[in-house]
């Protein structure tokens, strides 16, 4: 079992940032066996986006939508994935998932709401 708990959501203006934390925590089995941790979002009416995502060997990947802007990084020694949101603008508003496969099971965290401000 592997549990995710988002923090750092908020409202900010754009042009603004905000850094989003993903905190791992469950079992130790579980946790090795986790190849990539990624961040989501979904606005109301849309699909659930890939964002950024970070594999367990540290390569990252973005969507198009976020480069130069979004950067998401890890910790390992605190088993927290981050996500480091900058130039925001307001069409970045919305919920933001953390998400880890495990043992070819899906983990999601219950989001955290993101609202840039024009």
């Known amino acids: 079992q592997v549990q995710l708990v988002e923090s750092g959501g908020g409202l900010v203006q754009a042009g603004g940032s905000l850094r989003l934390s993903c905190a791992v925590s469950?079992?130790?089995?579980?946790?090795?066996?986790?190849?990539?941790i990624g961040w989501y979002r979904q606005a109301p009416g849309k699909e659930r986006e890939l964002v950024a995502v970070?594999?367990?060997?540290?390569?990252?990947n973005y969507v198009d939508s976020v480069k130069g802007r979004f950067t998401i990084s890890r910790d390992n020694a605190k088993n927290t994935v981050y996500l480091q949101m900058n130039s925001l603008n307001p069409e970045d508003t919305t919920v933001y998932y953390c998400?880890?496969?495990?043992?070819?099971?899906?983990?999601w965290g219950h989001g955290t709401q993101v609202t840039v401000s024009s």
């Open positions: 998400h880890a496969k495990s043992y070819g099971l899906d983990y």
């Open positions: 469950g079992s130790i089995f579980s946790i090795q066996r986790i190849n990539a």
């Open positions: 970070i594999s367990s060997r540290g390569s990252t």
